[in-house]
T-cell receptor
């Protein structure tokens, strides 16, 4: 299973863009990269998923370089409510089922 | 569409006892995965069930077991509880061919 490495914590202010980078050096060819958000005492919530290049949805963008050994989650104009733990996952969900590995996560703290 | 539900939400047991946790996936989802979350180890994958069969298994001792019923509802059982089993146990479901997992609120287990 691919192992991921993320910063333990990050601090930001409201209105700023936040970029969280995840390293996954031994990502496999058929692995996807997925990011989840988790608030205290709640289950993780899906944010975005990608395989290569760039993916954007209404809440975030995901940048994946050509070698796919890292990825960056970009949160535009964060607010206080974005304070949460963000997990980077690498693995495949199709075919062989769930083989996802959660990293330690990044605690994002957004202040006024 | 109702989300993933888990029962009970909170549970207190003593060492040596056993416990059964229940998870009802989103209607139509046949895959159910279980995770253990602790402050020290983070989110760890326990196992995944699909169509009543265990499809993938994490690195946990045999005291942790699970099953899935024909209606896709799943249970996990932990026997001979240890203090270290105190954790938030999360269940996630997904549809066939989908990459996104939907997590339930979790069951908070405390072992005294």
């Amino acid at each position: 299973l691919a192992k991921t490495t993320q910063p333990i914590s990050m601090d930001s202010y409201e209105g700023q863009e936040v970029n969280i980078t995840c390293s996954h050096n031994n990502i496999a060819t058929n692995d996807y990269i997925t990011w989840y958000q988790q608030f205290p005492s709640q289950g993780p919530r899906f944010i975005i998923q990608g395989y290569k290049t760039k993916v954007t949805n209404e809440v975030a963008s995901l940048f994946i370089p050509a070698d796919r050994k890292s990825s960056t989650l970009s949160l535009p104009r964060v607010s206080l409510s974005d304070t949460a733990v963000y997990y980077c996952l690498v693995g495949g969900l199709t075919g062989g089922g769930n083989k996802l590995t959660f990293g330690t996560g990044t605690q994002l703290k957004v202040e006024l | 569409k109702a989300g993933v539900t888990q029962t009970p939400r909170y549970l207190i047991k003593t060492r040596g006892q056993q416990v059964t946790l229940s998870c009802s996936p989103i209607s139509g989802h046949r895959s159910v995965s279980w995770y253990q979350q602790t402050p020290g180890q983070g989110l760890q994958f326990l196992f995944e069930y699909f169509s009543e069969t265990q499809r993938n298994k994490g690195n946990f001792p045999g005291r942790f077991s699970g099953r899935q019923f024909s209606n896709s509802r799943s249970e996990m059982n932990v026997s001979t509880l240890e203090l270290g089993d105190s954790a938030l146990y999360l269940c996630a479901s997904r549809g066939t061919g989908d990459n996104e997992q939907f997590f339930g609120p979790g069951t908070r287990l405390t072992v005294l």
